[in-house]
């Protein structure tokens, strides 16, 4: 009998593989709708980003992905026994980070990088209000340090008290659920915004003093291929951040407000 079952266990398991890899594959109605809503943002941006006159609407986004970006300099010249001396945002949609030391081969990408990887967790995150509500605490903590190295420069402090606002009144709304659409979008944002990024400085204006061209100038190659090469991970980054969010949550809207409720509940 023990042979018999053993055989009935094995293709139990198989049978729960099988059903598990189906439903990790399959896209549920939730799911479609967070993917359409994701297209719809990536016209509304692009549109935005080149119509004259309303391009204002996303400047105080494009100042917040400005300050990921600069943050992946500072984060890992920390790691690589460098030391971070400020961070300042420029009106005009610039930024820089004043450092010393650290490991030039990683801190050079790490902006374009690290700000795509912010956006793919993001987006990652937007598929789910609790992940939301978790990917929100981690940006606090991310602006808290942020703030310490930018202490000095007042539109990097206004851009990231309004950023937190923006993330703690959405807490507030239906449970969360206005919280994941907006960590959605920003993950979005932040995504294209690394691709368009180097695309414009290196393509379009063959800016002179770009990160790519300091990393071309030190260790070889040429700017427009490391801004190739560096566009193409953040893709990846992105498409990496929308696979994740399908295969890991399948929780129907009503399902995720529910949960959400159990997770630091706000009424």
């Known amino acids: 009998m023990a042979p018999y079952y053993e055989s009935l266990a094995k293709r139990a398991l198989e049978a729960a593989d099988t059903h598990v890899a189906k439903r990790d594959l399959s896209v549920n109605h939730t799911q479609a709708v967070t993917l359409g809503v994701m297209a719809a943002y990536v016209v509304v941006i692009a549109l935005l980003w080149n119509l004259p006159y309303v391009r204002w609407s996303l400047w105080p986004f494009k100042m917040l992905v400005i300050a990921f970006h600069e943050f992946g300099h500072a984060i890992t010249a920390c790691c690589t026994g460098g030391r971070v001396k400020s961070i300042s945002l420029d009106p005009h949609e610039g930024g820089v980070t004043h450092m010393q030391g650290g490991i030039s081969a990683v801190t050079l990408p790490a902006g374009y990088l690290g700000s795509s990887i912010i956006g793919a967790l993001l987006i990652f995150a937007g598929f789910n209000i609790v992940a939301s509500k978790v990917a929100s605490i981690v940006l606090g903590v991310c602006f808290l340090l942020t703030l310490w190295w930018a202490r000095r420069d007042w539109l990097t402090i206004i851009t990231v008290l309004l950023a937190v606002g923006l993330l703690v009144a959405c807490w507030f709304i239906a449970h969360g659920e206005a919280l994941r659409w907006v960590v ?51 893709l990846m980054f992105m498409a990496i951040g929308i696979i994740a969010g399908i295969a890991a949550f399948h929780q129907s809207f009503s399902q995720q407000q529910d949960d959400s409720q159990d997770f630091i509940p706000t009424r």
């Open 184 to 234: 959605l979008f920003i993950g979005v944002m932040s995504a294209l915004y690394s691709v368009w990024d180097i695309c414009d400085d290196l393509i379009l204006r063959k800016v002179n003093t770009s990160d790519a061209s300091q990393f071309a100038q030190r260790y070889g190659g040429s700017s427009r291929c490391w801004g190739v090469i560096w566009s193409l991970i953040s």
